[in-house]
Every structure is written in structure tokens, then in C-alpha cells.
């Protein structure tokens, strides 16, 4: 008599989250917040990147100070620049050398021990490519973090962050101060056109 086979029973497709997690962890070695199942999906910050996060209409004038595979993502009117991993404890002293520490700027930043929301990877293209655009405007419409620039997969994308240890030119990793000085330059001018707006009555 023939052993009986075990038929395997079939897989539970993976779901939106499951998926976006495993394109973080096994795609770009990036660590995700261990959340149950169909939970948004966060990213660990500090082991890979840390981030500087500002108004987004600030953060735009700082994007030409960045490697072309710098990855920037948007989320509610708010622009989050990665940085290289370390580099958040050094944006309070950088500010203060180039004179912009006494002023609130409304910039932050976020390092080891802080979580971000993981914008959803990019949607690949027939060919299998994926396109340096994020997956949808109707996302960051409804507060939901998207990729401005998101990260190449096959690469050292920490390679191309901004750091403090570029000063100089050295290397091919963009220029923090640089980076840092264009930011506050643009909050201080935001700050300044809503102070000297007219008050609205109703």
C-alpha cells in the first residue's frame, strides 16, 4: 500500500503590509518595527540613516545638494531628508557654527531609538525598473508618507547620504552643511513671510 502524501496546505497570500515590509528588509537591509499583521509598516531609524525633517517647501530648495540616489520622502506637508546614520547628533552644533542655533526654525531631526512611517515602495515598471517617482499623489494627499526620491535597491544607498564627514568634497556623499545651511536659509524665509502676513478676520 502506497504512504499516504501530505498535500501542503496553500499559503495565505501576503498582504499590502507584508509585502512592503519584506521589500524593506530583504531589498534594502533595512530594519522594520516588528507590528502585527496588516499594521502600517514603520522603519527603524539609526542603524541605516538618520533623518532630518522639515516643512517640505524648505526641503525643496535642499534637493539640489543631494546624490541623485539621496532618497527623500514626503509626508503631511513635511519633507524627510535621510541622513547618514550618526549625523543627527551633529545638526545642533552645525546650526550653531553657521549661526542659525538661536532661531526656531521648525526643522527636527530623528536618530537612534526613533521610528519613521515606511513610505510604500515604488511601483516597478514592465520592464521590472522602478521609476524615481513616488507611487502616487492621492497617498500624500491623504497623509500617507510617499518616496520624492526613493532608495535604489543593488546599491549602497548609505553611500550617497548626506554626512559631515563630506565637508571638502571628500567622497561622493553630499555635503550636510551644505545641505543644513540651505534648509535653514528656507525656514527662516517661511517663518518670515507668515509673520509679516496680514491677520485674517472673519
Do not use: I, K
Not at 571628500?170 to 545651511?181: E, I, M
Request: net charge negative.
Amino acid at each position: 500500500m502506497a504512504a499516504a502524501t501530505t498535500v501542503p496546505l496553500p499559503r495565505r497570500p501576503l498582504d499590502a503590509s507584508d509585502q512592503v515590509r519584506r521589500w524593506y528588509e530583504n531589498e534594502l537591509g533595512w530594519p522594520t518595527v516588528p507590528d502585527g499583521p496588516g499594521a502600517p509598516v514603520r522603519l527603524f531609524v539609526g542603524p541605516r540613516f538618520d533623518v532630518l525633517d522639515v516643512p517640505a517647501e524648505a526641503g525643496r530648495a535642499a534637493l539640489r545638494h543631494l546624490a541623485p540616489g539621496s532618497p527623500v520622502a514626503v509626508q503631511d506637508g513635511r519633507m524627510r531628508l535621510l541622513l547618514a546614520a550618526g549625523s543627527a547628533e551633529e545638526v545642533p552644533g552645525v546650526l550653531d557654527w553657521l549661526e542659525w542655533g538661536s532661531l526656531r526654525l521648525g526643522l527636527r531631526t530623528l536618530s537612534e531609538g526613533d521610528v519613521m512611517d515606511a513610505p510604500a515602495p515604488p511601483e516597478p515598471d514592465p520592464a521590472g525598473h522602478r521609476p524615481p517617482l513616488p507611487r502616487g499623489a492621492a497617498d500624500a494627499a491623504q497623509g500617507a508618507a510617499v518616496w520624492l526620491r526613493p532608495p535604489g535597491t543593488g546599491c549602497e544607498v548609505e553611500a550617497s547620504l548626506p554626512t559631515l564627514s563630506a565637508l571638502g568634497g571628500g567622497g561622493g556623499a553630499p555635503d550636510l552643511v551644505r545641505v543644513l545651511d540651505t534648509v535653514a536659509t528656507q525656514c527662516h524665509r517661511l517663518r518670515l513671510r507668515v509673520c509679516t502676513q496680514p491677520p485674517a478676520f472673519s
